[in-house]
């Protein structure tokens, strides 16, 4: 970046963090402070990535399994068993969310992949990004798109729980002829980021649910933090590479994201599924799970490579997806 408009990093920060502030002032707009200043954290970190890779003599990455290990844990002390019931309650929502969340995704992830041509390692992440479970995201954006929240987050806590099943195999099908894949060390490594820690949250919230309210209270915001802070290192590692395929990148994740939006939407209006479910699964189905993506790319030692795709589509997501419960909130569902 230093090559390109060495002299404007200071400015183009300057910038972002100005339009976070000016949102913050207005309601409607105050939804896109948290992806402004994470525009304004990529920037730094692309224009001086040397402060990002490395802490002294150590190695910045590091931080990226413990930090999504927190985020898990504060998924789960947002969950309950009850968000469980709804595939009880909720059967042909849930399973429909689930089958077009794991097929979808995946395989338009491997379309883009032969689409743009990327390096090998780079295709792999554009599958990566296509083949991991609903993040927490979706579950606010649903409530802002007046969808069916209950729904939205079944249908997170369903996916995660299959992701150390589901993600490793779709991993090697779709993406093993760009990378090796080791099914068992991957399913391993999604055991320890996601259902250990989501475990550990769901416990926490049964028996101290209410008793420690400050934790309560920050672990949203420390989500977030996590969240940035994986960005941010992923980004300066990948700096090289994202500089050469960034633009490309940044369509093939737009088109992605917003194909899932448009399918999933669609394959439920297609089976007559009510209004409220169709944005639940269309928002479910388009927005990832990016920390973890990072994560695993991170445990396969290849977060400048296969960790960018996921780097990209999280800031990406986060913008369609507000843009999209916007218009949602606004038009409420008539059934």
């Known amino acids: 970046m230093n090559s390109i408009l060495p002299s404007a990093g200071p400015f183009i920060i300057a910038f972002w963090i100005i339009l976070a502030i000016i949102f913050s002032r207005k309601e409607q707009t105050r939804g896109f402070v948290y992806t402004l200043m994470i525009f304004a954290a990529v920037t730094t970190s692309l224009y001086y990535p040397q402060y990002f890779?490395?802490?002294?003599?150590?190695?910045?990455?590091?931080?990226?399994?413990?930090?999504?290990?927190?985020?898990?844990?504060?998924?789960?002390?947002?969950?309950?068993?009850?968000?469980?019931?709804?595939?009880?309650?909720?059967?042909?929502?849930?399973?429909?969310?689930?089958?077009?969340?794991?097929?979808?995704?995946?395989?338009?992830?491997?379309?883009?992949?032969?689409?743009?041509?990327?390096?090998?390692?780079?295709?792999?992440?554009?599958?990566?990004?296509?083949?991991?479970?609903?993040?927490?995201?979706?579950?606010?954006?649903?409530?802002?798109?007046?969808?069916?929240?209950?729904?939205?987050?079944?249908?997170?806590?369903?996916s995660t729980m299959l992701a150390p099943l589901v993600t490793p195999f779709l991993m090697r099908w779709l993406a093993g002829s760009y990378i090796d894949i080791s099914v068992t060390t991957m399913m391993w490594d999604i055991t320890k980021m996601v259902i250990l820690p989501v475990a550990a949250g769901l416990l926490f919230n049964h028996f101290l649910k209410g008793r420690m309210k400050w934790l309560d209270n920050i672990m949203p915001k420390v989500s977030m933090t996590a969240i940035a802070f994986i960005i941010v290192i992923i980004t300066a590692h990948g700096r090289d590479s994202l500089l050469q395929v960034g633009m490309l990148l940044i369509l093939s994740s737009l088109i992605h994201n917003l194909s899932g939006y448009g399918l999933g939407y669609w394959?439920?209006?297609?089976?007559?599924?009510?209004?409220?479910?169709?944005?639940?699964?269309?928002?479910?189905?388009?927005?990832?799970n990016g920390g973890l993506a990072s994560a695993i790319a991170k445990s396969m030692g290849k977060i400048a490579t296969v960790g960018l795709a996921p780097a990209v589509f999280g800031p990406l997501m986060n913008v369609t997806g507000s843009l999209l419960a916007s218009w949602w909130h606004r038009h409420p569902p008539k059934d």
């Open 267 to 288: 394959l439920c209006k297609l089976i007559k599924m009510k209004e409220q479910d169709c944005r639940t699964i269309a928002i479910e189905v388009g927005m990832q």
């Open 53 to 158: 890779t490395h802490i002294g003599d150590w190695e910045s990455s590091k931080l990226i399994t413990p930090l999504l290990q927190i985020i898990m844990f504060g998924m789960g002390t947002a969950m309950s068993l009850h968000d469980f019931y709804g595939v009880i309650k909720m059967p042909l929502g849930v399973l429909t969310g689930v089958i077009c969340h794991f097929t979808i995704m995946p395989f338009i992830g491997w379309g883009l992949a032969h689409l743009f041509n990327f390096p090998p390692e780079i295709a792999a992440g554009v599958i990566l990004i296509g083949t991991v479970p609903c993040g927490m995201a979706s579950n606010v954006i649903s409530y802002l798109a007046k969808a069916n929240l209950a729904l939205s987050v079944t249908l997170t806590a369903v």
